[in-house]
């Protein structure tokens, strides 16, 4: 790819990130499951303990950065599907790769400034102060960037109801707050707890922030900044691989209605079935 071509595909992502940005920030959904529910979670879990702001800090700029970063991608690309805008995207003179980077962007850059919400009033209001700001910054990165490769992941999923994304997203956002050492240090976990929380990249998040303040975490930074970008990397290529799957499943060849009606009497299985499905036949997994 020579410098000329590259810079167009650059180009076209951020006009894409700039552009999800612009209409999907203040969506109901965006700022619902984005600021207000881990917000509010994270207040039903430490109110009446007597916990410091320091130590309660980290955990909820994690959560914060999680949910926002990861709530962009579920909600644009379907109702993209919904109103056909996806499909002008792709036959636009720009890469598959150039679309969903620029989606990534843009979830990416929204959990980032969303993160930095709890923790200017921590630190500006409360009084709480960040012993290592360089590790702060790169964690914020890192994990917004993580969180929104995540997001565009279950978005691959062909539906244009962003409702169908965010309850599947939610079975697995919700299990990972509670094995991620949100509420309660990992350092003082049991050996089965720390095993099971390092296949969560909330912890490695976790981890990074609470080094940033100065409080004691299971990893060192340098473990955690390699854990979140190989998640990251896991992210962007599972999505890839899964958006590409499912677009050749949706484009593929219609089959002839004798014969479908021929399958759905033999198998006895087409009642439920749309006749979209079953023109295209099975799921490609």
Known sequence: MNLKLMRV???????????????????????????????????????????????????????????SASSIGPLSIPLERRLETFDRLLSAPISFYSILAGKVVAGALYGLIVGFVPLAIGILA????????????????????????????FASFPTDSPG??????????????????????????????????????????????????????MLDPIVSSLGLMMFTAIFVILGTWLH???????????????????????????RGMRLGDAQRGPPPF
Do not use: H
Request: glycine share 8%.
């Open 9 to 67: 595909e650059l180009m076209s992502s951020w006009a894409i990130a700039k552009k999800d940005l612009k209409s999907y920030y203040a969506r109901p959904g965006a700022i619902l499951f984005g600021v207000m529910f881990p917000f509010f979670m994270f207040l039903s879990f430490i109110i009446g303990r007597d916990l410091p702001i320091e130590r309660a800090l980290p955990g909820l700029t994690s959560m914060v950065v999680m949910f």
């Open 126 to 153: 409360l009084g709480s102060s960040v012993a290592r700001p360089d590790l702060l910054i790169i964690g914020l990165i890192l994990s917004s960037a993580c969180f929104a490769a995540m997001g565009v992941m």
């Open 164 to 217: 169908n994304i965010t309850i599947a997203l939610n079975f697995v956002r919700l299990p990972m707050i509670f094995v991620s050492g949100i509420f309660v240090p990992l350092s003082g976990a049991p050996l089965l707890m720390k095993l099971v929380s390092l296949i969560s990249p909330l912890t490695y998040a976790n981890e990074l922030t609470r080094a940033a303040f100065g409080l004691s975490a």
């Open 244 to 270: 590409k799957r499912f677009m050749e499943w949706m484009e593929a060849p219609k089959l002839p209605k004798a014969v479908i009606r021929g399958a759905e009497v033999n198998t006895g299985k087409g």
